[in-house]
């Protein structure tokens, strides 16, 4: 048995992460009608607990998980500590005595409580001393409802509102002007044309250094003249090179020794992480995290597909895939930018490609599109029952990699 989780950020008004929904499925082939509520949360819950730690999926940031009143009555959240969790409470819970109750123990030991697709009835007024978060479906909701909803809470600032499904900018800025503080969808992702960007010197020499590094054979005199016009990008490979990522046992001091220790394939990790990372300058971190996150999850896929032989071709088509929103361009304009292979550019721009049936792989487990997924599995003739475990070290390992350009920034 084995079963698929993903994660969707949630942002604050800064745009900076604030948590991450866990969803859960128990495979990705029968849109699962067949598990309920309550086994679906008893199962992540129990996994996080004794499979992998939550941290892998989260980071430093709180999960937030859902919970029926079964769940909650039978301690569920309780298996996880209050600084990891954030109890969700379906939409389903009908608002009494018992939850009530449930929502004050919990309340009494220090957790987070948010109600989730929260639908407007006076009842739950009740429950607004225990409430951290309400959750309010934007797709689903009406303005009129939202304001109602702005109006019961006021006598209780505690309270934050956490807008779902903001997909546009343009909804992200209706839901700021209305005060909400959260915001889960991917409006993040999507490139907002009006601030497009040019690239610098140095991004230009990253760029040519993609190229380079994309080859089947590696000019290492060209990749050194490269690396030695900028001091910056020479200075930035040395301390990555001798990161506690790799456990090196000797310093490693010059360019050349760099490249030649490193390798292609983590050069060219290496050149793509930073080349995002410089890029991504004003935009939601959270946008270079999920590019790394694509990337990894797209190699990993690539190399348990027998049909695709180059799987660092497949860990860049990742990290590009979100190149347009961190420029501010359409795809098409940052591909003529860009001296990237074919196969690349027609993945990103026409969608054409197993390379773009990779990514789509990765877009359909990033919104839970499960039965979406396994139809490119079955064409790639790539073994479902790998996927979660290559998703959840994609995410750790791009939770790592985030430390790194975190530091390094410093």
């Known amino acids: 048995m084995y079963f698929h989780a993903a994660r969707q950020p949630i942002l604050d008004r800064e745009k900076n992460l604030f948590a991450y929904e866990l969803l859960f499925r128990d495979g990705g082939t029968n849109a699962f009608p067949d598990i309920d509520g309550d086994e679906a949360t008893l199962k992540i819950v129990a996994a996080s607990q004794f499979d992998f730690s939550m941290t892998d999926f989260t980071g430093d940031r709180p999960a937030f998980i859902n919970f029926t009143l079964e769940t909650l009555e039978k301690k569920y959240p309780q298996l996880i500590p209050p600084e990891h969790l954030v109890v969700e409470i379906l939409e389903t819970v009908k608002p009494g005595k018992k939850l009530l109750a449930q929502c004050k123990e919990l309340k009494d030991l220090g957790y987070v409580i948010a109600l989730d697709d929260y639908i407007h009835q006076p009842v739950w007024r009740h429950f607004y001393p225990l409430i951290d978060i309400i959750k309010i479906d934007f797709l689903a909701t009406t303005l009129d409802t939202i304001n109602e909803v702005i109006v ?6 505690h309270i934050k509102l956490l807008a779902e499904k903001i997909e546009t900018h343009e909804t992200f800025q209706v839901a700021m002007d209305l005060g909400f503080e959260y915001f889960q ?8 044309m009006i601030k497009a960007k040019t690239l610098t010197p140095s991004q ?3 760029a040519e250094l993609l190229y380079e590094t994309s080859k089947t054979d590696l ?3 060209k990749i050194i003249s490269v690396f030695e016009l900028d001091v910056n ?10 990161s506690p990522l790799f456990r090196r046992r000797t310093e490693i001091s010059t360019i050349k020794q760099a490249i ?4 292609k394939v ?5 050149v793509s992480v930073l080349f995002t990372a410089q890029t991504s300058s004003g935009k939601p971190p959270e946008l270079m995290a999920l590019s790394l996150t694509r990337a990894k999850f797209a190699e990993g896929l690539a190399i348990e597909c027998t ?5 660092s071709m497949a860990f860049l088509t990742g990290m590009l895939s979100l190149i347009d929103a961190i420029l501010g361009e359409t795809m098409a304009e940052v591909m003529d930018k860009l001296p990237l292979s074919s196969e690349i550019k027609d993945a990103l721009v026409k969608g054409e490609g197993q390379l773009a049936q990779l990514i789509n792989i990765v877009k359909c487990y990033e919104t839970t599109n499960w039965d979406g997924a396994s139809a490119e599995l079955d064409q790639l003739a790539i073994d479902e029952a790998n996927v979660p475990e290559i998703y959840r070290s994609s995410v750790q390992w791009a939770n790592e990699q985030m430390q790194f350009v975190l530091n390094s920034a410093d």
């Open 233 to 242: 990008l020479s200075y930035k490979l040395l301390r990555y090179s001798n």
């Open 204 to 206: 230009f020499s990253l």
């Open 266 to 270: 983590e050069l060219q990790k290496f």
């Open 260 to 263: 030649v220790t490193l390798g």
């Open 219 to 221: 000019d290492l005199p």
């Open 307 to 311: 049909k695709i032989q180059d799987t």
């Open 185 to 192: 969808g991917y409006f993040f992702s999507k490139p907002e």
């Open 152 to 157: 019961a809470i006021k006598d209780f600032p």
